[in-house]
T-cell receptor
Framework: ELKVEQNPLFLSMQEGKNYTIYCNYS?????LYWYRQDPGKSLESLFV?????AVKQEGRLMASLDTKARLSTLHITAAVHDLSATYFC??????????FGTGTRLKVLA | DGGITQSPKYLFRKEGQNVTLSCEQN?????MYWYRQDPGQGLRLIYY???????QKGDIAEGYSVSREKKESFPLTVTSAQKNPTAFYLC????????FGSGTRLTVV
């Protein structure tokens, strides 16, 4: 069974701190996506990682992909309240449908 | 601007009633998808379509039906057979990654 696991599921952190969200997957894939979802809203694309060693950065968020370890990370630097949201990773196994992780609910405390 | 439009934003269904959720895209994407999201949960795939006049069941297709008569449109019908339809429904299309619509929140009254 194809699985995508994220941890932690819930993350409460202080403003200004750093933290990493992990996304492990069980299938071979060279493509991984990160999305953000605000409460009651749809999913917004954050990063597309297309190859082993890919690293993308946008503001305080940085995503990386290690296809050999089947692991992607989303690193948060100096968190601010506006980053509070649920973050999903999704893997493209080449079957026309992505497999989504369970989501990580992030709460940044002032 | 290209995108995906879902309507309505909120929908209320009475017991035993069928309701249809609309999803339209002008991105010229071949593949389209319907997902269900329950509160605090992840996304579960209901149906997907790779091309016009063809669609496949996802993981939770029971109680739902779809059609794909046009490339731009992929409506989802929630039938009376779906006993617990209250959820947030998301439509997506695939180009370079998924693009999601804004969602429809369905509530049983």
């Amino acid at each position: 069974e194809l699985k995508v696991e994220q941890n932690p599921l819930f993350l409460s952190m202080q403003e200004g701190k750093n933290y990493t969200i992990y996304c492990n997957y069980s299938t071979t894939s060279d493509r991984l996506y990160w999305y953000r979802q605000d409460p009651g809203k749809s999913l917004e694309s954050l990063f597309v990682l297309l190859s082993n060693g890919a690293v993308k950065q946008e503001g305080r968020l940085m995503a990386s992909l290690d296809t050999k370890a089947r692991l992607s990370t989303l690193h948060i630097t100096a968190a601010v309240h506006d980053l509070s949201a649920t973050y999903f990773c999704a893997v493209d196994p080449g079957t026309y449908k992505y497999i989504f992780g369970t989501g990580t609910r992030l709460k940044v405390l002032a | 601007d290209g995108g995906i439009t879902q309507s309505p934003k909120y929908l209320f269904r009475k017991e035993g009633q069928n309701v249809t959720l609309s999803c339209e895209q002008n991105l010229n994407h071949d593949a389209m998808y319907w997902y269900r999201q329950d509160p605090g949960q992840g996304l579960r795939l209901i149906y997907y379509s790779q091309i016009v006049n063809d669609f496949q069941k996802g993981d939770i297709a029971e109680g739902y039906s779809v059609s794909r008569e046009k490339k731009e449109s992929f409506p989802l019908t929630v039938t009376s057979a779906q006993k617990n339809p209250t959820a947030f429904y998301l439509c997506a299309s695939m180009g370079f990654g998924y693009t999601f619509g804004s969602g429809t929140r369905l509530t049983v009254v």
